[in-house]
């Protein structure tokens, strides 16, 4: 298996995406972005013990060095006190505005770490080390980066984007499978929203990635890359298609928030969110119902959920009513015109919405 590199192309601000086996410990993937000699690794309690050395040790064969930072595991961590911990960290070994921050880990530390490096001393270069499969096809690339509040999911955060993406697929290899599964939720999504062909091919290999097989696994995490870097270059802030990506996230945040962080893994309300979507396009006409059953299906034989909790129609309303997408208080919503093929629908009938959500 070799390696593949992608560039997210955003001018002076563009990147590679490195994607292959063993790729932690390439000294030559990280050496051109660790010049000014120090970096701090951001981890979580999990990946660190299982990941940190291989990597520390790659920074020191560049000259570089490190220290670590570790956050304890879980979505109810990403948030604002558990940044401010790392801030002090930060402060303490006295980081400064050249020290790199390589963020180790799933779409958790990815986002904090990213925001802790969008925001210390107003900005500081950082290396998206993505180990689970949905920060490897999605969270590390595109500089999305923040925490979420209370009252909703990634309220708070920033853009900034990576200097680079090392995405090392060995480190797949201990993921446990509901997280691989998460990770399928938002593979499905690059296929639902864009490459039907890519879709189909997910129909017919679904199985092959559950059961981690590697040449399945480099396709499908490269071919999601693609997309994402795609998307990402055409609308880095999101003024427009890039909300496509969102597919499902309006209903899958509600889900989230609700539920309370980490009770539903993100990659779970994504895909009974995305269920959700693909429902309410069908009950307006825009899609054919034989499309939401086709997506059901696949995120069913991924391991997913395709029904949401029970949740009372005004909590999902009030959720809902403070997804990012909104504007002027008119709920955004991704729907599916056919598969292969989603759009933003700015002005989602509160009525149908409502029907919908009570119909359940
Ligand atoms: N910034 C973006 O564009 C973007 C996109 C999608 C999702 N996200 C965010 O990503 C987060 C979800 O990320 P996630 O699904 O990676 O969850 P996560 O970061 O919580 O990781 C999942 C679990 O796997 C563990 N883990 C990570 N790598 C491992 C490995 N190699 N072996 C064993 N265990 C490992 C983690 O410690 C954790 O317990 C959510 O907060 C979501 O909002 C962000
Ligand atoms: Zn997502």
Redesign the pocket.
């Not at 880990?105 to 986002?111: C, E, H, N, Q, S």
């Given at each position: 298996m070799t390696t593949r590199t992608l560039t997210v192309g955003l001018g002076s601000r563009s990147y590679p995406i490195h994607i292959g086996p063993g790729l932690l410990r390439q000294a030559s993937l990280f050496a051109p972005h660790v010049k000014s000699g120090r970096a701090a690794v951001i981890t979580?309690t999990?990946?660190g013990p299982?990941?940190a050395d291989a990597v520390e040790r790659t920074l020191a064969s560049c000259g570089v060095r490190t220290f670590r930072v570790e956050i304890p595991?879980?979505?109810a961590e990403?948030r604002w006190q558990t940044l401010d911990r790392v801030y002090g960290e930060l402060l303490r070994v006295q980081a400064d505005r050249k020290t790199v921050i390589v963020a180790l880990?799933?779409?958790?530390?990815?986002?904090l770490a990213?925001f802790a490096a969008a925001t210390y001393q107003r900005g500081v270069p950082f290396v998206q080390v993505p180990?689970?499969l949905?920060?490897q096809v999605?969270?590390s690339?595109?500089g999305?980066?923040g925490v979420?509040h209370a009252l909703g999911?990634?309220m708070i955060g920033a853009f900034h984007q990576p200097l680079a993406v090392v995405a090392d697929t060995t480190?797949?290899d201990?993921?446990?499978d509901r997280?691989l599964a998460?990770?399928l939720a938002?593979v499905i999504k690059y296929g639902a929203i864009r490459d039907i062909d890519f879709f189909g091919w997910l129909e017919e290999n679904v199985e092959r990635l559950r059961e981690r097989e590697a040449g399945a696994l480099a396709y499908a995490i490269g071919r999601s890359c693609e997309i994402k870097a795609e998307i990402v270059a055409l609308d880095e802030r999101e003024a427009g298609p890039r909300a496509l990506l969102n597919l499902g996230h309006t209903f899958g945040h509600a889900i989230e928030t609700l539920e309370g962080y980490g009770t539903w893994?993100?990659?779970e309300a994504v895909a009974a969110g995305m269920v959700m979507a693909a429902r309410m396009s069908a009950r307006l006409g825009r899609a054919p119902e034989s499309d939401a059953r086709r997506l059901e299906a696949l995120i069913r034989r991924a391991g997913l959920p395709v029904e949401p909790p029970g949740l009372a129609v005004d909590d999902w309303l009030d959720a809902m009513g403070r997804d990012k997408k909104n504007e002027s208080g008119r709920i955004t919503l991704i729907l599916l015109d056919r598969l292969g093929a989603a759009a933003i629908e700015k002005n989602a009938p509160a009525g149908a919405l409502q029907d919908f959500l009570t119909g359940r």
């Open positions: 979580n999990t990946v299982l990941y595991d879980g979505e990403k880990g799933g779409g958790v530390v990815g986002d990213g180990t689970t949905l920060a999605d969270s690339v595109g999305k980066t979420n999911k990634n480190t797949l201990t993921l446990p997280e998460a990770g938002e893994l993100h990659g």
